[in-house]
């Protein structure tokens, strides 16, 4: 069993940066790839980014690829999304979540995710 607490969420200006952490706790976080999903209102959830349990390989979604990072520290059991040149249209609750293999697999969906935190609100303003 695996718990997710995210955090760093709040309301910025379009243009500005939020770093975003995943706290876990449980067994073998450093055996489990892991990813980020947002869900905006009236939207289904989809995917940001993920990376593998070693953190050698990582995808992104389209729409945030350049503007953000995703890493993790095994050493902290953490998980980290740095945002950049934020948008309005990232404004969404983000998800953080864990996968009980420790590969990712492209396309990244929400079936291939084990474990949710409760998810943290990100706004954007114009």
């Known amino acids: 069993q695996v718990q997710l607490v995210e955090s760093g969420g709040g309301l910025v200006q379009a243009g500005g940066s939020l770093r975003l952490s995943c706290a876990a706790s449980?067994?073998?976080?450093?055996?489990?790839?892991m990813g980020w999903f947002r869900q905006a209102p009236g939207k289904e959830r989809e995917s940001v980014a993920a990376i593998s349990s070693s953190g050698t390989n990582t995808y992104y979604s389209t729409s945030v690829k350049g503007r953000f990072t995703i890493s993790r520290d095994n050493a902290k059991n953490t998980l980290y999304l740095q945002m950049n040149s934020l948008k309005p249209e990232d404004t969404a609750v983000y998800y953080c979540?864990?996968?009980?293999?420790?590969?990712?697999?492209?396309?990244?969906?929400?079936?291939?995710?084990?474990?949710w935190g409760q998810g943290t609100q990100v706004t954007v303003s114009s």
């Open positions: 449980g067994r073998s976080f450093s055996s489990k790839a």
């Open positions: 979540a864990a996968r009980i293999s420790s590969i990712i697999v492209v396309p990244i969906t929400v079936k291939l995710f084990d474990y």
